[in-house]
């Protein structure tokens, strides 16, 4: 029986660009075409047998988030669950105790310094990361760091959407063991799922860590900060979204190292997000990484955001990677003081309500109303939907359409506050 594909996906405009797609197909049809905004997979269809795993495993189309989730952490002895963060056995603030990391990572370097430790201790072999390409330092390149150098090269957040779908594939292949997945929320969930049908992830993945995602932008937006700073690609020798400190700076160097330009995050993130921001992120309700064994984000709430070097919140999810956490601590390399679950929410709040709230449902519906198909997960909204909603909604559909064309981004230039 011929089953969907991700090619339904694309055509409903619902890809999260996760790239887990292309792990899962054993005819090896599925590779990623370069678009203008972000990657989507193409289909061989050739090759295809129209298996319907890719289909299976995509995120984009809605999860199963809390069916997943329960059979994943229900049974963890003290598990508890929140509406907004699914199952959490701890929640805690902490950061690196190595000064460099934590000033140069995105927030308190905690996922550096974790999974350096973990390597360290012989725990995992290595992990799926992220770092800039040397011969672009604005493009993204997912890889497999299995070195403490190289998981020091793949530091920092990127704010520009990036598929895992060559790592995805060299998995598959069945030469690691024991790694770890770092990624965005739909990353994970599609890492999760393609653990569920394919044995070789199952038994290479040995743990899964979310960083906290409200929105990614589109591979737009790096065109538009170089217009905007008057940068010169090629001049760049190194690039950062977030260096030098807590938020930090988005940070433009020459190749003799000399800092070009330093944008400072608020500002750059605020001036011009809306206009950048891929649109299936607005219809994600899945911020705090709900499959992942462990979380990582900011903490923007005092007394934590007066810090100037950077200060993590995490939740953990399984007893497994919450001992090593402990562990970590105990061996002096971070630091890791509980808080409850109400604190991190409120540090969350802007997000968490547009996420699971009338936004997020706002915007859904109106792309509804205008024949588009819309992802499908097990969590229903039942409050109310506001007028404020509403125009915040369209608002973000015409400011997506301004930003998709370059001609108006003189528009985005008015309105953008940065320096
Ligand atoms: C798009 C995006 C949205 C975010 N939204 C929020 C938010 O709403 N609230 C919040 O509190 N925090 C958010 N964060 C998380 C925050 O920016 C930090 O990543 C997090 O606090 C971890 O900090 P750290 O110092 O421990 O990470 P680091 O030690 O610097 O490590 C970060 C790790 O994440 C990987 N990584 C970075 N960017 C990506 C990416 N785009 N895709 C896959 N892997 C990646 C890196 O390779 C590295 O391994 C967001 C991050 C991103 C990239």
């Known amino acids: 029986m011929l089953r969907k594909t991700v090619d339904k996906v694309v055509r409903d405009e619902l890809c999260t660009s996760c790239g887990v797609c292309a792990g899962s197909c054993h005819k090896g049809c599925i590779s990623f075409c370069e678009g203008k905004e972000r990657n989507v997979p193409v289909i061989d269809h050739k090759a295809c047998v129209a298996c319907g795993l890719c289909y299976d495993v995509c995120p984009g189309k809605g999860v199963e988030l809390n069916e997943l989730s329960e059979r994943f952490f229900s049974k963890e002895p003290q598990t508890r669950r929140d509406d907004y963060a699914g199952f959490y056995k701890h929640v805690y603030v902490g950061y690196s105790t190595d000064n460099e990391i934590r000033m140069h990572c995105a927030t308190g370097g905690m996922v550096t310094q974790f999974l350096t430790w973990l390597l360290e201790k012989g725990e995992i072999d290595g992990a799926i990361v992220v770092r800039f390409k040397k011969d672009n330092p604005l493009e993204p390149e997912p890889f497999i760091a299995t070195t403490k150098e190289s998981l020091w090269e793949s530091r920092s957040s990127k704010y520009v959407v990036l598929s895992h779908d060559k790592v995805a594939k060299e998995v598959t292949n069945g030469q690691y063991k024991n790694l770890i997945v770092v990624g965005l929320p739909c990353h994970v969930q599609g890492w999760r799922q393609l653990a569920e049908k394919n044995k070789i992830i199952k038994e290479t993945i040995k ?142 709040v802007y997000v968490k309500s547009y996420k699971k709230g009338g936004g997020g449902k706002a915007y859904s519906k109106i792309k509804k109303l205008l024949g588009h198909e819309i992802p499908v997960y097990d969590y229903k909204y039942e409050g109310s939907v506001s007028v404020k909603d509403y125009c915040v909604a369209l608002s973000q559909m015409l400011m997506h359409a301004i930003g998709k064309r370059k001609k108006l981004w003189w528009i985005v230039k008015l309105l953008d506050r940065s320096k």
Not at 238 to 244: G, V
Not at 325 to 334: A, H, Y
């Open 207 to 348: 743990g899964y860590f979310s960083i906290y995602c409200s929105i990614n932008k589109t591979k737009l937006s790096m065109d538009y900060y170089l217009r905007r700073y008057k940068i010169n690609s090629s001049d760049i020798g190194r690039f950062a979204f977030r260096d030098d400190g807590c938020m930090g700076y988005m940070k433009f160097e020459n190749k003799q190292g000399g800092v070009m330009k330093k944008i400072p995050y608020k500002s750059y993130w605020f001036g011009s997000h809306s206009f950048f921001t891929n649109p299936r992120c607005l219809m994600c309700i899945d911020q705090l990484g709900e499959l992942a064994d462990v979380s990582f984000g900011d903490i923007h709430i005092k007394p934590y955001s007066d810090d100037t070097i950077g200060t993590n919140s995490i939740i953990s999810r399984s007893s497994y990677w919450d001992k090593l956490l402990s562990k970590c601590k105990n061996d002096g390399v971070i630091t890791l003081d509980e808080i409850p679950i109400e604190t991190l929410l409120r540090s969350q």
